[in-house]
């Protein structure tokens, strides 16, 4: 068996294989898998294994996640906005074609936690060619991410299908890839999937790490395969309570990211997902860390921190204020070390 999939095989999906390993409450893990499905992957269990708090909070039921009244089932209002199931048609020139409705780990803060790893989450091959249609149909849509579920758990072949498929629609220009697997299953990059990969540029990737002790040799492995075939990669973080958040992890973990050559893109507000309101940090957590980050670092490393407005409304760019006044001659600002300066307006 391929060792990615041996890996997944070996993936602990139940409460009572939870327990045993890392001596957690197993009921209350059961209890909350009954409604949000579990899988750790045994390479990320061995991370937690080391790295402790930061990572088995992403990955182990908490029991909160069954009480979270304000939270919102489908908080960027995705089923709206699917003009067949499993497109999402959001901003004009771009479309998410979710292809996979499995992951090698579910996070507990995942966005699409109301369907992710759960039997409501139906994708076919009807849907995936309902979702062509569209994309052939619709001539505006230059830039298609293929997402789930995380794509790269299908197959080379299938994963190709869909990819040579997707290319045979001369107005989509950019198809970008949503997947996790470099962080929690990086064995899945093989010299043969991206030998595939490398056939339908311009392709791009983001992957998604939340924390430095993920940036292993394994990980800093398949994204040099993915770089070395030409694949910019970039990073979609999400700003998470006791797992990121604080200046000093952020910091550690963009620098680590560039090391390894991923590009952090995106510091996420956690969405106001049902089953997720544990993990949400206030919106100043995030503006003093991106405040804390913005000079002191390569700009390189400095992600842009955004909000994903509810129901559909987009993404927000959320920066710190710099700017103090803005006359007719002059602006006034203060620098990253809060010193005031001046530049003519004009
Ligand atoms: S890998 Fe992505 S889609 Fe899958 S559970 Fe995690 S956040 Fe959700």
């Known amino acids: 068996m391929i060792a990615w999939r041996e890996e997944l095989k070996n993936s602990i999906t139940t409460g009572e294989e939870l327990c045993a390993e890392l001596g957690c409450d197993s009921s209350e893990a059961s209890a909350v898998a009954a409604q949000y499905p579990l899988r750790i ?6 991370l937690i294994k080391r790295a402790g708090k930061p990572l088995y909070r ?9 009480d979270d009244p304000q939270g919102m089932i489908d908080p960027l209002g995705e089923e709206a906005l699917s003009p067949v199931p499993n497109l999402v048609h959001k901003y004009p020139d771009r479309a998410l074609l979710l292809v996979s409705g499995r992951c090698a780990m579910y996070c507990r803060f995942c966005t699409r936690k109301r369907k992710v790893g759960r039997t409501m989450m139906r994708i076919t091959e009807d849907t995936i060619a309902a979702g062509l249609e569209y994309l052939r149909n619709t001539p505006a849509i230059r830039e298609v991410l293929i997402s789930g579920g995380d794509p ?20 989509i220009e950019v198809i970008r890839i949503g997947t996790r697997a470099p962080c929690t299953l990086p064995m899945r990059v093989t010299p043969e999937l991206v030998a595939m990969l490398r056939k339908y540029h311009p392709l791009y990737i983001n992957t998604h790490f939340n924390h ?13 395969l993915l770089a070395d075939a030409g694949i910019p990669l970039g990073c979609q973080t999400v700003l998470l309570r006791g797992v990121n958040d604080s200046l000093e992890v952020i ?40 405040r804390g980050m913005i000079g002191t670092v390569s700009g390189m490393a400095v992600p842009t921190y955004v909000l994903d407005a509810p129901g559909g409304k987009g993404k927000v760019p959320l920066t710190p204020d710099y700017i103090t006044s803005i006359g007719d001659e002059v602006l006034e600002f203060i620098n990253y070390q809060g010193q005031p300066c001046s530049y003519p307006s004009v």
């Open 212 to 224: 430095p002790a993920e940036i292993t040799v394994q990980a800093a492995r398949a994204c040099a």
């Open 251 to 290: 910091q550690k973990l963009m620098c680590e990211l560039l090391r390894i050559r991923v590009r952090p893109y995106y510091l996420m507000q956690a969405d106001l997902t049902r089953g997720t309101g544990h993990f949400r940090t206030d919106i100043k957590t995030g503006l003093d860390i991106m």
């Open 152 to 171: 790269l758990l299908l197959s080379d072949q299938r994963l190709e299908d869909i990819l040579q498929r997707l290319r045979a629609i001369k107005h």
């Open 58 to 66: 992403q990955a182990v039921p908490d029991i909160r996640e069954l």
């Open 41 to 46: 992957s045994s390479y990320y269990l061995e």
